[in-house]
């Protein structure tokens, strides 16, 4: 009976986890979106193939790392975004002071 089980349950394998893995490389860190699709379908397909095998317990565990993950490449995203937003403020900051300096140095001019 246990025999019978096993031989319906999806086994997981390493090409499920390349495909995956390959995807998400895409994704996150090449920034090619088009992958997204791929993606989500083959981290479901290992999902369901995983939540065969794992217990309740080992499955909230892995999808809690698996959100982490999530969550600190989002973050770390939005401070990169945010890092070259200040970049651009800064510049036209710089530019302000010069172009006061230069009236400055007019009105001086003018009093000679």
Sequence with gaps: MESQIEQQLE??????LARTFES????????????MDDL????????????QR???TQMV?????LATVAIVLIGR??????EEGEAQDI????EKP???????????????
């Design 61 to 65: 565990l892995g999808v809690a790392a």
């Design 91 to 94: 510049s036209k900051r710089d």
């Design 54 to 56: 794992f217990t309740p």
């Design 77 to 82: 995203e939005m401070h990169n975004e945010q």
């Design 40 to 51: 989500l379908k083959h981290g479901a397909v290992l999902l369901r193939k995983a939540a």
């Design 11 to 16: 086994k997981i394998m390493p090409e499920d």
């Design 98 to 112: 010069q172009l006061a300096g230069a009236g400055a140095g007019d009105k001086g001019k003018g009093d000679k």
């Design 24 to 35: 998400a490389y895409h994704v996150l860190f090449q920034g090619q979106h088009e992958h």
